[in-house]
């Protein structure tokens, strides 16, 4: 049975693993990112993530069997929170009412290990609440002030938090929509290529996240944890932070978090 996907950063990385596998598969999939996707827009503003979710909407006919938000940055900026938490969260809550109109709809985000590092509360507050341009500013600050290295673990941390209240509750659980999120250790793609051709930013990763299980993982691992998620086979999975990190949360929290 064909199936109608919507996928976030579909041109890179993760996004566009996960598209092709779908695809491999006989699955119609709507991919969204800046550029060479079916719809082309800038979930750093809710413009742009209005936009996005009412093309998404023409596109699937109004029904969608399942959606992952994909699309996310690194680096210094605020683009971390309002591409990572408010592109992510806008997009799902917009595209909630065509995935409860499926059969057995299935929705997943995309976060990161680094949710479990030290963040800037005032941020993930603001994030909590709804309100970006309270985050927007607390962010700013947080960079003003040299701290710009918690907006990223701040962002992946909201949406976490985000993720395991909304999904168990009416709108997501109540209308049969599965809704998780996985939590990478790092990655081999575009965004983290900086990172492997900085020497010390390469000491520093590797310390931060320690893999003892096969090492880094090519996003063709992600993606295909996300296809299972997503699949009429995850009936009862709900709320939960799956990490795909090659240990690296079980070394770094301790047995005694799970």
């Known amino acids: 049975m064909t199936r109608t996907i919507a996928v976030s ?6 996004g566009r693993a996960l598209a092709g596998l779908l695809r491999d598969q006989g699955d119609k999939v709507i991919g969204i990112d800046l550029a060479g996707a079916e719809v082309e827009a800038d979930l750093s503003t809710p413009e742009g993530r209005s936009r996005a979710v009412g093309e998404v909407l023409e596109l699937s006919g109004g029904t969608l069997d399942g ?10 900026t605020t683009l971390t929170v309002t591409v990572n938490f408010f592109g992510a969260v806008e997009l799902l809550e917009g595209l909630r009412p065509a995935l409860a109109r499926a059969e057995r709809p299935r929705a997943a985000v995309v976060g990161s290990i680094s949710g479990t590092q030290p963040v800037d509360d005032d941020v993930v507050r603001a994030c909590l609440e709804g309100d970006e341009p309270t985050a927007l500013k607390a962010a700013e600050l947080s ?8 907006l990223y673990p ?6 976490a938090q985000w993720l395991r209240k909304a999904a168990v509750g009416p709108d997501w659980a ?13 990655v081999r793609t575009p965004m983290s290529e900086p990172l492997f051709a900085d020497e010390k ?10 893999m003892p299980l096969n090492g880094y993982a090519d996003a063709e691992v992600i993606a295909e944890t996300l296809r299972w998620l997503i699949s009429p086979a995850n009936s009862h999975m709900a709320g939960q932070v799956i990490y795909v ?3 690296a949360e079980a070394t770094l929290r301790g047995p005694e978090v799970f």
């Open 9 to 14: 950063g579909s041109a890179s990385g993760i």
């Open 67 to 76: 959606a992952v938000a994909c699309a996310g940055v690194s680096g210094l």
């Open 143 to 150: 960079l003003e002030k040299g701290k710009g290295r918690k």
């Open 154 to 159: 701040s962002g992946k941390s909201a949406v």
């Open 174 to 186: 109540g209308e049969g929509i599965a809704l998780n999120l996985i939590a990478p250790g790092v």
């Open 201 to 210: 930013m390469f000491k520093v990763m590797n310390e931060a996240v320690p």
């Open 245 to 247: 990190d090659g240990g």
